[in-house]
């Protein structure tokens, strides 16, 4: 899979946007791009997958440029409850060894 | 719906002990994965199945042996433990092996060895 780089934390107010952006330089043609979150105590849960453009449902949106090297996981008016850790994926096929790196920690405040 | 069940949730063990961490999954998914989470840390995967009676090794497998003789079921086996041991492991489970599916996960099980 090819290698991601995101930043480790983030800070917003109850309320906000929060726009998380992954770094994949890297990507191959046939490659998607995966978001995950993950609860403290709990396993990481699907929640957003693209190949190009913008792809939205009823909990982010997904924003990759025309070059898709990188992607941005956007939370519309975070609440307490979307803290969580963060984490992006690049690959396709077959690719068994799903990889997880570290994600990003977003912690939401009042 | 359960989709993927793990058990027990929380285990202690002292070194050299060995135990069976459960998982079955009820989505009728033929791909299933362990994995383990140390603190701070992402997700390694241990071992993984295609289907019933196909494992193979993921990139952590050393201590640990699994087994898949239903599509439902995945068991771990930690055959003498050791604190390196100690870490979260989830048990996953997908519809086709490729990442274009969402991964189901289960809760999770906390394991220390003491």
């Not at chain 2, 140390?38 to 952590?60: H, N």
Request: aromatic residues 12%; hydrophobic residues 30%; positive net charge.
């Amino acid at each position: 899979l090819a290698k991601t780089t995101q930043p480790i934390s983030m800070d917003s107010y109850e309320g906000q946007e929060v726009n998380i952006t992954c770094s994949h330089n890297n990507i191959a043609t046939n490659d998607y791009i995966t978001w995950y979150q993950q609860f403290p105590s709990q396993g990481p849960r699907f929640i957003i997958q693209g190949y190009k453009t913008k792809v939205t449902n009823e909990v982010a949106s997904l924003f990759i440029p025309a070059d898709r090297k990188s992607s941005t996981l956007s939370l519309p008016r975070v609440s307490l409850s979307d803290t969580a850790v963060y984490y992006c994926l690049v690959g396709s096929g077959t690719a068994s060894k799903l990889t997880f790196g570290t994600g990003t920690r977003l912690q939401v405040t009042l | 719906n359960a989709g993927v069940t793990q058990t027990p949730k929380f285990r202690i063990l002292k070194i050299g002990q060995s135990m069976t961490l459960q998982c079955t999954q009820d989505m009728n998914h033929n791909y299933m994965y362990w994995y383990r989470q140390d603190p701070g840390m992402g997700l390694k995967l241990i071992y993984y199945s295609v289907g019933a009676g196909i494992t193979d090794k993921g990139e952590v497998p050393n201590g640990y042996n699994v087994s898949r003789s239903t599509t439902e079921d995945f068991p771990l086996r930690l055959e003498l433990a050791a604190p390196s041991q100690t870490s979260v492991y989830f048990c996953a489970s997908s519809y086709e092996q490729s990442v274009n599916y969402g991964y189901t996960f289960g809760s999770g099980t906390r394991l220390t060895v003491v």
